[in-house]
């Protein structure tokens, strides 16, 4: 392969920007487990979801079989506004690390919601208001998925309504204030709007809000507000549906030039990133067409692949949710107040549970100090300021490259750049000052998470 | 002209960015009037300047003869890991104005500096290193330009110092963090570290600072310090010369598409992101080759252009730096604490002042509640959230476009879109909360600021 050739950024044609989303479940022998009716313990089925969700993304994610669907003309033209992102030849972190091996990274951070995220966003906003939707709820941490959802709605003329922890509401206000800007109400959870939010404020006064509580308000809202649905960001497998236009892009763009990787790495979280990137390689490994190593890298402060269970879980803290099987760490699980950024999530995809459960993809976690050491390195070198989460694939990226160091092979490594750290910078402070601290919960804390679930 | 066939983002391909600078000085009849020595009113000789600039630097600060100028390589190679950037076809945005003018926006904040500055930071830094230097200094308010020089600086593994305004020191910490990441040395102005620094803490206890302070200690800490040099974002020749490179590549986009601009705009500060983008059309108009509309659009606040004077002034407050010929509200004048974002410097670059000066551009001032109306608008359907000084040019190409849908032309607009506004979300807080108030200043508030101008 002639390196020489390839330019430093790879941005295709926008008419080489695929036109269908890549469904990896159609080339899975073992198909993800279904949801379950936490009331009934049976597989959801599509009348039970269409209170909460748009009935096409309800089509979506329970279709196992069909590998091609088509994007929406729509979508493809809001595509078009920040895609294709470009395939990013890492040759100043390479003469860096004075290593043999190729790095590539695939940027999504050329937004303004800096993530990913928009890519599920505008479809998801999209099939709201082909079905003639007023508007979609939806909740938010520290407002990564927040940001998208509220630029796809305004894109589409939907009301869209954001329940924001309240910590992250006041504490945060920046990506508040994008989200306003693109038109959203964002509202701090635990509020006053929801029976479940005036539940928690009289329980627990003065309450700073979760992300479970967040969820279950904004399901609240959806399912009593006529014209609304709720809409995620992650975990679901319509949500890697959309997202596997960044694996599309990316292997079109390897065909392009003749680039193979050996190894593709990827942060996890919900899975929403990961699964995406690696969907149209996973989609030939499962063929049996091509091998490659994939490694998920998780925060090792929220270890759901390296130390969680396999098993049924409730999607969400207050237990309002579907139940998925994913490896988990128990919907109890809150990981450590130092933890920084996003990947906080106490699940896992279960598109992605399965596949790392049929040994399909390897599994490491990192410490955050470590995670940071990357991110910076990254940043000197190679001009952007990563996200937190994108900094655990930088990580393992950096490590698999200075294996090659040792070693003189000339690996090719892929890794998924998700977006910016612009809104994170006051982890990127406690770095600087050397205050950060690497947290691994025990075996007890992690037992902790696991109160409740059922044993099925 | 067919647009049906014009990508909606066009990025040139790597080969095809711009090899050379190119200096508009050396087209114009009337040169810009020489930086005068404070001391003597003569103009300043390359030697008076050696212990503040580098040498390379000013060279080019004093050539007004060679047409282009070669980008060294070093500079070439950093340039590709950010540009090209790309020339948009605002589509989205003539969908929503409804209007029959084409409108094109040259987008420079896609790097982690969130604006054009990078463009002259990395060649400042570049010709430092290549001097032998150990480091530079200079000053930054909100940190737009010092965070572009710590990313240039540590690319080049030199060291950084930057004055910061000590209100924004410990009120913006965001982008203080970004320049520490890179590796900078951040310290709050005034400091202890200089006599003009200590002085002014004597003098005024408790101060926040300002930025014409943050200068007297930069140039201060530059000269004393061996090795060191001062290096400045905007107004000097050299500066514009660099920017350039965003003028080069969008001619070079629209001659490949056959695009054929009737006005081009750009907002106006110190006027580096202006005179980069106009500086290849301004040439052609010079050389009577093409004709054009340019307009600068400013801050109604800080009106230099449009109610300034053209006349000798210092380069800033504290009076240690050069004297300039330039539009000027006098180096004594600031402007109004409610006016968001940069553009608040008081003199306007001397090349850009000459050129209006002699006709060749307009100059328009808008008031800040209507620059955030157009923000918005452009936010929401062209999905990036812009930074209040590109949202100048951005009211001012809605408004011309706008004047097309009346006549029925169908002229074509291209306008700079600098950077970003991440780290302008108070200021997009107060428009949110309709908080946000216009500030014209009276002719008697101008008259302060030209307090001390010697008469020449």
């Given at each position: 392969?002639?390196?020489?050739?390839i330019?430093?950024?790879?941005?295709?044609?926008?008419?080489?920007i695929?036109n269908t989303w890549y469904?990896?479940?159609?080339?899975?022998?073992?198909?993800?487990?279904?949801?379950?009716?936490?009331?009934?313990?049976k597989?959801?089925?599509?009348e039970?979801?269409?209170?909460?969700?748009?009935?096409?993304?309800?089509?979506?994610?329970?279709?196992?079989?069909?590998?091609?669907?088509p994007?929406?003309?729509e979508?493809?033209?809001?595509?078009?506004?920040?895609?294709?992102?470009?395939?990013?030849h890492?040759?100043?972190?390479?003469?860096?690390l004075d290593?043999?091996?190729?790095?590539?990274?695939?940027f999504e951070?050329?937004?303004?919601?800096?993530?990913?995220?928009?890519?599920?966003?505008?479809?998801?906003?999209?099939y709201?208001?082909?079905?003639?939707?007023?508007?979609?709820t939806?909740?938010?941490?520290?407002?990564?998925?927040?940001t998208?959802?509220?630029?796809?709605?305004?894109?589409?003329g939907?009301?869209?309504?954001?329940?924001?922890?309240?910590?992250?509401y006041?504490?945060?206000?920046?990506?508040?204030?994008?989200?306003?800007?693109?038109?959203?109400?964002?509202?701090?959870?635990p509020?006053?709007?929801?029976?479940?939010?005036?539940?928690?404020?009289e329980?627990?006064p003065?309450?700073?809000?979760?992300?479970?509580?967040?969820?279950?308000?904004?399901?609240?809202?959806?399912?009593?507000?006529?014209?609304?649905?709720?809409?995620l960001?992650?975990?679901?497998?319509?949500?890697l549906?959309?997202?596997?236009?960044?694996?599309m892009?990316?292997?079109?763009?390897?065909?392009?030039?003749?680039?193979?990787?050996?190894?593709?790495?990827?942060?996890?979280?919900?899975?929403?990133?990961?699964?995406?990137?690696?969907?149209?390689?996973?989609?030939?490994?499962?063929?049996?067409?091509?091998?490659?190593?994939?490694?998920?890298?998780?925060?090792?402060?929220?270890?759901?692949?390296?130390?969680?269970?396999?098993?049924?879980?409730?999607?969400?803290?207050?237990?309002?949710?579907?139940?998925?099987?994913?490896?988990?760490?128990?919907?109890?699980?809150?990981?450590?107040?130092?933890h920084?950024?996003?990947?906080?999530?106490?699940?896992?995809?279960?598109?992605?549970?399965?596949?790392y459960?049929?040994?399909?993809m390897?599994?490491?976690?990192?410490?955050?100090?470590?995670?940071?050491?990357?991110?910076?390195?990254?940043?000197?070198v190679?001009?952007?300021?990563?996200?937190?989460?994108?900094?655990?694939?930088?990580?393992?990226?950096i490590?698999?490259?200075?294996?090659?160091?040792?070693t003189?092979?000339?690996?090719?490594?892929?890794?998924?750049?998700?977006?910016?750290?612009?809104?994170?910078?006051k982890?990127y402070?406690?770095?600087?000052?050397?205050?950060?601290?690497?947290?691994?919960?025990?075996?007890?804390?992690?037992?902790?998470?696991?109160?409740?679930?059922?044993?099925?």
């Amino acid at each position: 392969m002639n390196f020489e050739n390839i330019p430093y950024k790879i941005y295709l044609d926008e008419n080489e920007i695929p036109n269908t989303w890549y469904n990896v479940r159609a080339d899975m022998k073992n198909k993800p487990a279904p949801l379950l009716n936490p009331g009934t313990l049976k597989p959801l089925t599509f009348e039970e979801m269409q209170p909460i969700f748009c009935d096409e993304l309800i089509r979506q994610e329970l279709d196992n079989d069909t590998a091609q669907i088509p994007i929406p003309e729509e979508v493809q033209n809001f595509y078009r506004m920040y895609r294709p992102s470009p395939l990013v030849h890492a040759v100043f972190l390479e003469k860096a690390l004075d290593t043999p091996a190729h790095i590539f990274y695939k940027f999504e951070g050329n937004n303004t919601s800096g993530s990913h995220k928009l890519n599920s966003a505008i479809a998801q906003a999209y099939y709201a208001k082909a079905q003639g939707l007023k508007g979609v709820t939806t909740e938010t941490g520290a407002g990564q998925w927040g940001t998208a959802l509220s630029m796809a709605c305004s894109y589409f003329g939907l009301d869209c309504k954001v329940y924001m922890v309240k910590v992250s509401y006041e504490q945060k206000p920046f990506r508040r204030e994008v989200m306003r800007t693109y038109g959203a109400n964002v509202t701090p959870s635990p509020s006053m709007d929801t029976a479940i939010g005036r539940k928690i404020n009289e329980e627990f006064p003065g309450t700073t809000g979760s992300l479970g509580c967040a969820i279950s308000e904004a399901v609240e809202a959806a399912v009593s507000t006529p014209g609304y649905r709720y809409e995620l960001g992650s975990v679901l497998n319509q949500v890697l549906l959309h997202q596997s236009i960044i694996g599309m892009e990316t292997k079109t763009a390897c065909d392009k030039y003749g680039i193979k990787p050996d190894i593709i790495i990827g942060c996890a979280g919900g899975g929403s990133n990961l699964g995406g990137l690696i969907s149209p390689f996973m989609g030939e490994k499962l063929r049996g067409e091509a091998d490659y190593r994939i490694i998920a890298v998780e925060p090792a402060s929220c270890p759901s692949f390296t130390r969680g269970k396999f098993v049924y879980d409730f999607a969400d803290t207050g237990k309002v949710c579907p139940m998925a099987k994913m490896y988990t760490l128990g919907h109890g699980f809150i990981p450590s107040a130092n933890h920084a950024g996003g990947l906080r999530y106490h699940g896992m995809s279960p598109v992605l549970s399965q596949l790392y459960a049929d040994g399909y993809m390897e599994a490491i976690s990192v410490e955050q100090t470590a995670v940071f050491e990357a991110a910076t390195q990254f940043a000197r070198v190679e001009g952007i300021l990563p996200a937190p989460e994108s900094s655990h694939a930088i990580r393992a990226a950096i490590n698999e490259a200075l294996k090659c160091k040792e070693t003189g092979e000339e690996k090719t490594i892929i890794f998924g750049l998700t977006g910016t750290g612009y809104f994170d910078l006051k982890a990127y402070e406690a770095y600087n000052n050397g205050t950060m601290v690497d947290y691994i919960p025990t075996d007890e804390d992690l037992a902790k998470g696991f109160a409740g679930i059922p044993n099925i």
